[in-house]
């Protein structure tokens, strides 16, 4: 039986707020032809980040329920999910939900066009491949027990599979339905741009969250760069080695500045009459390069306060892109000025 209109538009519209806190507003300024599809495909993902999150359960079982979610995303099976115990271990009420109507969610999957649900298939597949390696490498891993990262080639297989993958869904599916007919000067790279655009996003979290995710036992910051400096994985617990690792650390940060300035230039190559779809881009490219200036100066390892653009940015940002719009050169420049 397929799900009414009102079903959708609360799983779609209510429920996709409540799990994507800030990136909510970036959905609801797409194009209304490409927003249901990224919706149903971010919510989808939501749903397998929150399975692989539920930190109570034991790894095993989140691998067998993610696998077992996988198989019902490509259609390969059509077994019953049954999450209702999973649901009952969540603390936030949303994602307990979002469990719960995981059926409705895929029962929505099936209702768009052949070539989206290809799309949104391949794109889950690779960022669930990301969750279930996670979880597998840091099996085991606590405060006590931190597990790192053991080299650069790691860290960007982990950004690619959760976060660059997104980028190439994201420019095909705007490209089949917004644009099919657009020339570009070098689509190839345009395509790297995306890449690299996704990967950034997923760096800058990864250098926000560290002090959390330490305390977790996870250090995504590469042994081996960190041996270079003389300093181990339990040694980013102490703040006095801040200064030690900051060479470690500001490395990153110029990586994840490369790689969104890469997403600045494959935003201003949208075609220029695609003006919402230009701001869904823009804004959490400016707001994470204003994160990663902030994190330049505040000190990283912080285990108290998290670093992050403030609302009064973010406000200004997203007011300033919008007015600025109608002058091009300005506009343009915005992504400098951060």
Avoid at 58 to 65: K, S, T
């Amino acid at each position: 039986m397929p799900l009414t209109p009102a079903a959708e538009r609360e799983l779609l519209t209510s429920l996709l707020k409540q799990v994507s806190r800030s990136f909510y507003l970036t959905l609801r300024t797409l194009p209304r032809a490409i927003r249901r599809q990224i919706g149903l495909a971010y919510l989808l993902a939501r749903t397998t980040d929150t399975i692989a999150d539920t930190e109570i359960i034991p790894v095993a079982q989140r691998l067998e329920a993610l696998q077992r979610l996988r198989e019902r995303i490509l259609g390969t099976s059509n077994n019953a999910l049954g999450f209702g115990e999973l649901a009952k271990q969540q603390g936030l009420p949303a994602e307990r939900v979002l469990l719960e109507r995981v059926e409705e969610s895929l029962k929505l999957l099936t209702t768009l066009p052949e070539q989206d649900v290809k799309l949104i298939r391949e794109v889950l597949e690779t960022i669930t491949s990301g969750q279930e390696l996670d979880l597998r490498r840091f099996d085991g891993a606590s405060e006590k027990n931190i597990i790192a990262l053991k080299n650069d080639s790691e860290l960007d297989d982990y950004t690619y599979r959760v976060a660059g993958c997104v980028g190439l869904f994201w420019t095909n599916i705007c490209r089949a339905h917004l644009f099919p007919d657009a020339q570009f000067h070098d689509e190839t790279k345009w395509h790297h741009e995306a890449l690299c655009f996704g990967k950034g996003l997923q760096l800058v979290n990864i250098l926000r969250d560290a002090p959390k995710d330490l305390r977790h036992g996870r250090c995504y910051l590469p042994l081996d760069q960190l041996s270079k400096a003389g300093l181990s994985p339990a040694d980013l617990l102490k703040p006095e080695n801040e200064q030690r690792l900051r060479p470690v650390y500001n490395s990153y940060l110029d990586r994840a500045h490369a790689y969104l300035s890469a997403g600045w230039n494959y935003t201003n190559t949208i075609p220029r009459d695609q003006m919402r779809l230009r701001l869904a881009c823009a804004w959490p490219v400016l707001i994470g390069l204003k994160t990663i200036k902030r994190l330049r100066t505040e000190p990283a390892f912080d285990p108290v306060k998290r670093v992050k653009a403030s609302r009064a940015e973010v406000r200004g940002i997203l007011l300033r892109s919008v007015l600025l719009y109608p002058f091009p050169r300005t506009w343009q420049r915005l992504g400098l000025h951060i």
